[in-house]
Structures are given as C-alpha cells and as structure tokens.
C-alpha cells in the first residue's frame, strides 16, 4: 500500500501572532513552525500501517523552501520519501490543485490529510483533493483499518460516531482519535540522522488559480479588566444588567 500524507506547515500555537502591510499578511519574524496537528495524527496512523503492513509512507507538502525542517522532521519520523512543491500555499483550492496532481502521478492507494489546518482552519483540502482524484473521501476520521483495498473508517459526527465501510484509493481527513496524542512520536537521533539522506524532492506547480484572496486579517478583542465582587447580590446586578448572560 502506498500512503501520502500532506503536511501543512503551520505556527506553533504558543508562538505570538502579528500581521503586516495593512493586516493582510501574516508576519512570521520570530514564529515557531510545526507539522500542522491534525496531519501529525495522520503520519502517526501512516507509520502504523507501515509497520504493521509494511505500507510506503511519503509525505508532501505545498510551500516554499522555508518548509523543508518541517517535512524533515516527517522523515525523522519515519517517512519514506517527502515531496515539496515549489509554490505558496494560497487558497484552499490552489493547495488541492497541487496535492492532487502529486498523488495522480504517485497512484497512491490512501491519502491522508487533518481534517483542516490551525492556521487558516479551511477544513476544505481534503474533500477537494478526493473530487480531483475521483477518490472516496471520510472526513472527521478518527479511526481507519485497511484490509487489502478495503477500508473501515469511523468518523466523528453531531453526537456520536458513524462507521463507514469504503475500498481504495481513499482520501481522509483526519484528527485527533485516528490516534491518541500519546502516541506522537518525537523524532529520535537515529531517526534525525536517517531524515538528512532520506529523497527530499521538489516539484514545481501545476496551473493553479488562487480561487480566493485575503483581505485582511483582525486578532480578537481583547479582555475586559477583571471585576471582584464582595457579594451575591452585586454578581447577580452584574451578571444581569452588564453581562447581560442572565
């Protein structure tokens, strides 16, 4: 089985978010970047399947040269192979343009991508890539068994799970419960020495148009000072009249 796992390369949740040029870019002076979480979870399910049954797991992700540690450390992982193709990750449907053309020309059997990134939480890759590649798609998956070119998903729905049961080639959008976050693994150094001769290759981009643009972009306000009160009559006046929850 071949499994190509796209990673987005996205700021660390702890870094400090700031934007230039009139708020329509991001700024990344002095910004931690990570393996996008919800991609971790699927390389995390990929490495299982290529241990337990011996799957190729590459990795592929759409951005510039200034990615590459971050599919590095998918190699240190365990991947195989990474693929970085050589164009801005714009919009939505430009990144699945590009995804798409990478797992036609690879013929991989499984896809796997989060079922949206932390950065501009599209939630929309996925499902794209599957319709290019005429692909069966399971979003919010937190859960996948293959047995030969059949699949059994799981998926995260409004109160519940639903099982699915699906055949190759297969795309899904993955999250956290595909695996558990105690199974992360951190690359270890046999694992960073093995990354650094591991095929690191770069594709250029198809023709793609960005579909959307950013306009801008605005933190959220901020919070209000802080109030103590000495009574439960105050709280309640409070709570009713300028919180206005009650």
């Given at each position: 089985m071949k499994i190509l796992v796209c990673i987005s390369h996205v700021p660390d949740t702890?870094?400090?978010?700031?934007?230039?040029?009139?708020?329509s870019k991001f700024d990344t002076n002095g910004v931690q970047f990570v393996i996008n979480p919800n991609d971790e979870f699927g390389l995390t399910r990929?490495?299982?399947?290529?241990?337990?049954?011996?799957?190729?797991?590459?990795?592929?992700?759409?951005?510039?040269?200034?990615?590459?540690p971050t599919l590095r450390k998918a190699l240190a992982i365990g991947a195989d192979e990474a693929i970085r193709v050589n164009t801005a990750a714009t919009d939505g449907f430009s990144v699945a343009k590009q995804l798409?053309?990478?797992?036609?020309?690879?013929?991989?059997d499984l896809v796997i991508g989060g079922r949206e990134s932390i950065d501009y939480n599209g939630g929309?890759?996925?499902?794209?890539v599957a319709k290019l590649i005429g692909a069966n798609f399971v979003n919010t998956?937190?859960?996948?068994?293959?047995?030969?070119?059949?699949?059994?998903?799981?998926?995260?729905?409004?109160?519940?799970?639903?099982?699915?049961?699906?055949?190759?080639?297969?795309?899904?959008?993955g999250q956290k419960g595909l695996v558990e976050e105690s199974d992360l693994r951190i690359p270890n150094m046999r694992g960073i020495m093995q990354a650094r001769t591991k095929p690191l290759n770069v594709k250029e981009p198809v023709d793609a148009n960005a579909e959307t643009n950013t306009v801008s972009f605005a933190k959220p306000a901020p919070k209000g000072a802080v109030k103590l009160v000495d009574n439960v009559d105050e709280l309640v006046n409070l709570l009713h009249n300028e919180a206005k929850v009650i």
């Open positions: 702890t870094s400090k978010i700031n934007f230039t040029d009139g708020d990929a490495m299982w399947f290529k241990e337990k049954q011996g799957a190729t797991v590459h990795v592929v992700n759409v951005g510039g040269a200034e990615t590459e798409a053309n990478v797992a036609k020309e690879g013929g991989y929309m890759v996925p499902g794209m998956c937190i859960s996948l068994e293959v047995e030969g070119d059949k699949a059994t998903a799981i998926r995260e729905i409004d109160g519940g799970k639903e099982t699915l049961k699906t055949s190759l080639p297969l795309v899904i959008g």
